[in-house]
């Protein structure tokens, strides 16, 4: 399985400035293993110590005495730890707050030392006692598979390559075999575990039952880490979402939640699953102009699950709607297509994407993103359709502006706007 943060690692071993690394992200998108690979295929020496329940380590932070901390990591692994020459890596670092906090003190006494941790959002954002050493530590994020990520994991790797090449009339010859892979991607998704079991077997009953049980994961972890007081909230929220999706205007309702509730009650929930890197949040903006971060509205936001197989088992969508057919593209009111393009949008990029509406919600564009010092206004349709109204009077406001359309059409550049196949999205965005 090859994953495209790959070469951030590489990027991360080999710069001058590197600090102590904590590779983030959901719960079971791959970081062990991603930095098993690493430690693995970089390094003459590779030394992993796992903080979750090992009575070896537990007395391991009693200081920060790097020295010291480093002559017991090597007793304990009979592995050498050489300068420039030795990836140590501490997985679930979570459960050792000390662990954590030691990385301020690796950046500042042994910067010499290829330091990695990895672990659950759910810990690394929620745990009490030891700070985050912040401005001590480089991160990197990790999502789930993205569409191209899929290809090569089901053997399909010449397709990739010719997505990721932007050449738009091979990409238009091969639409129909695009088409059925997303569909299997729809189903699938990115979840590392999912995608390896499909690749394998084939077998779609195993992965929806692969995808059931890191949803049920999901809420366990709620019950684990989040505060008290709020998991009734945080479940809430966190059920509500693919009726919140489901609707025609996507934005985050409170009253579709319970009837009267309000921002106030159930803000700190949103913000823990958030932090927790299972929903993503999308704010809107009421103008489409650089700098965009200048007209963020935070009262105004839609949420997205990390990941569209996951998305498809939360909410039981046949399995047959899904890779039979076109009713996944027809018949769901866009809830899939638009949970797919934010998270092939959202694997490609480190900035924030926005959607907008105008003062009266006469106009939306269902996400604004900044690329290439220029921020550009995107329609998503699910099928073919071609009718732009609320990216055309967004445009003829500002000839500045160029927007992207995608769809199920075909690449084409047109006066204003670029269409692009909902396929080739992370090409366009790497």
């Given at each position: 399985m090859k994953r495209r943060l790959y070469k951030d690692l590489a990027a991360w071993k080999n710069s001058q400035n590197r600090k102590p690394l904590i590779l983030e992200g959901a719960r079971q998108v791959g970081k062990t293993w991603l930095l098993d690979e690493f430690g693995k295929n970089e390094y003459e020496h590779y030394i992993k110590i796992n903080c979750d329940n090992n009575p070896e380590v537990k007395d391991l932070f009693i200081d920060y005495d790097v020295k010291r901390i480093l002559r017991i990591i090597s007793a304990i692994s009979h592995t050498p730890v050489v300068p420039e020459k030795t990836f140590i890596f501490f997985d679930e670092i979570q459960e050792l707050p000390k662990a954590l906090g030691s990385l301020k003190y690796f950046c500042e006494n042994a910067g010499e030392f290829h330091i990695a941790a990895a672990g659950s959002l759910l810990g690394l954002k929620t745990r009490d006692g030891e700070s985050f050493p912040v401005g001590k530590v480089d991160t990197l994020r990790l999502y789930p598979l993205n569409f191209e990520e899929f290809l090569l994991a089901v053997g399909e790797e010449q397709k990739?390559?010719?997505?990721?090449?932007?050449?738009?009339?091979?990409?238009?010859?091969?639409?129909?075999?695009?088409?059925?892979?997303?569909?299997?991607?729809?189903?699938?998704?990115?979840?590392?575990?999912?995608?390896?079991?499909?690749?394998?077997?084939?077998?779609?009953?195993?992965v929806r039952k692969i995808q059931k049980a890191i949803l049920h994961d999901y809420d366990d972890d709620i019950a684990k880490h989040a505060p008290k007081s709020?998991?009734?909230?945080?479940?809430?929220?966190?059920?509500?979402?693919?009726?919140?999706?489901?609707?025609?205007?996507?934005?985050?309702?409170?009253g579709a939640i319970r009837k009267g509730a309000r921002a106030a009650e159930y803000e700190n929930a949103i913000q823990w699953l958030c932090d927790a890197g299972i929903v993503h949040k999308i704010t809107r903006v009421n103008k489409i102009s650089m700098p965009i971060k200048f007209y963020e509205d935070f009262n105004a936001f839609k949420l997205f699950m990390n990941d569209c197989g996951l998305f498809g088992a939360f909410t039981d969508t046949p399995i047959k709607d899904i890779i039979m057919g076109n009713s996944i593209f027809e018949e769901y009111k866009g809830a899939f297509t638009e949970q797919y393009?934010?998270?092939?949008?959202?694997?490609?990029?480190?900035?924030?994407?926005?959607?907008?509406?105008?003062?009266?919600?006469?106009?939306?564009?269902?996400?604004?993103?900044?690329?290439?010092?220029a921020v550009?206004?995107?329609?998503?349709?699910?099928?073919?359709?071609?009718?732009?109204?609320?990216?055309?009077?967004?445009?003829?406001?500002?000839?500045?502006?160029?927007?992207?359309?995608?769809?199920?059409?075909?690449?084409?550049?047109?006066?204003?706007?670029?269409?692009?196949?909902?396929?080739?999205?992370?090409?366009?965005?790497?």
């Open positions: 990739a390559q010719i997505l990721s090449s932007c050449e738009w009339n091979d990409i238009a010859s091969l639409k129909s075999s695009f088409i059925e892979l997303l569909r299997q991607y729809y189903f699938t998704g990115g979840m590392p575990e999912c995608v390896k079991e499909y690749a394998a077997s084939g077998d779609v009953l195993e709020d998991i009734a909230k945080i479940r809430i929220v966190w059920n509500s979402i693919p009726s919140q999706l489901a609707k025609e205007n996507k934005k985050f309702v409170y393009v934010e998270q092939q949008i959202s694997s490609c990029r480190k900035e924030p994407i926005h959607y907008y509406t105008n003062e009266n919600s006469t106009n939306e564009i269902d996400f604004v993103v900044q690329k290439d010092s550009f206004p995107i329609e998503v349709k699910a099928e073919e359709n071609l009718h732009s109204r609320s990216l055309k009077a967004v445009l003829d406001k500002d000839e500045k502006l160029r927007g992207l359309r995608i769809s199920m059409s075909n690449y084409r550049a047109e006066k204003r706007f670029d269409n692009l196949p909902l396929y080739a999205v992370c090409a366009w965005f790497s």
